[in-house]
């Protein structure tokens, strides 16, 4: 929690200036006002030297409505003058020139921050605050938001919208430019992908090129020819012996089916499998399969070819002996 912030004990209401941009739907007020008639104000609302309100639109608002005349604040210092100018604006139209969107970013960035100092004094209210009529502790005003509300607050503050993901990824970009850690070539194209953004350029695929750098860079160096070459030596030698081991276990599965009674299955089974592969033999390819098929492969086809023949032919005999009966 940021220690740039001092309390102060009795404020002016009327002395808080509201921005247009904390303006927004209020929602039910009735149990936040009967909270803080039952158990006071917890957690004070934030607001610049210069008297702006930061967070806490609705623990304000309710007091007003309570008849309250003083408030308790938090006064954070360090905030920037741009965002102190924006979060004063009487006016949507105020804004002299139009935020660019590595601006807009920006200032979402230091107001989340704001968010979440409020959010933590609000929890620590919560914990440490007054007992409630039953006896346990109650957080008076307002409970935490929910995770990822003061992403949600920070984005309509600056835009109007819930645009979080967007101004997320700008940062993330941001972030990089930034990186020391990354190559001098992967800040630079970052930074271009920010100047592009600025121009009007969409964020989301700015953002996979970024994205896609970075993990490109983070990869391993190629290895030498002679370490690929030994690295396909090894794993000849593995694969060769895995082949090896799978005709012993082939082997051995073989002779313990010979020693076994021969399970048939019933002549359902052998009609619905031939009418399953009935015109099979149009779904392949010649010339593709001729290239891809591996000894093994083309072994085992020959191999249950030539099952299939033998069957055919004892079946045939045995169906010209039955009709002949």
Known sequence: MSDKGHIELERQIDSIIVGVRHRRDLGDMSALMRSIEEVGLLQPVTVTPDGVLVCGWRRLEALRRLGRRTLSVWVRSGISDQLSHLLAQQDENEQRKPLSPVEAARLYDEI????????????????????????????????????????????????????????????????????????????????????????????????????????????????????????????????????????AQRLRALRSKAKRAPKHHSPRSFVLMWSELEGWTALYDVAELAAALKDDDWARFERVVAETIELRDQLREARTAAASA
């Open 112 to 247: 989340k921050v704001l968010e979440k100092e409020d959010s933590q004094r609000r929890q620590a209210a919560t914990w440490f605050g007054r007992t409630g009529s039953d006896g346990k502790a109650t957080g008076g005003d307002e409970s935490s938001p929910p995770r990822g509300k003061s992403r949600s607050i920070a984005a309509h503050i600056v835009t109007g919208t819930n645009a979080s993901q967007r101004l997320e990824r700008i940062n993330w970009i941001r972030s990089v430019s930034e990186d020391d850690s990354l190559g001098e070539s992967v800040r630079e194209f970052a930074a271009n992908m920010l100047r592009e953004i600025d121009n009007d350029a969409p964020v989301a695929p700015a953002y996979k090129r970024v994205k896609a750098a970075v993990e490109l860079a983070s990869q391993p160096p190629s290895p030498s020819r002679e370490e690929q070459d030994e690295v396909a030596r090894l794993a000849a030698e593995a694969l060769k012996r895995v082949q090896e081991e799978e005709n």
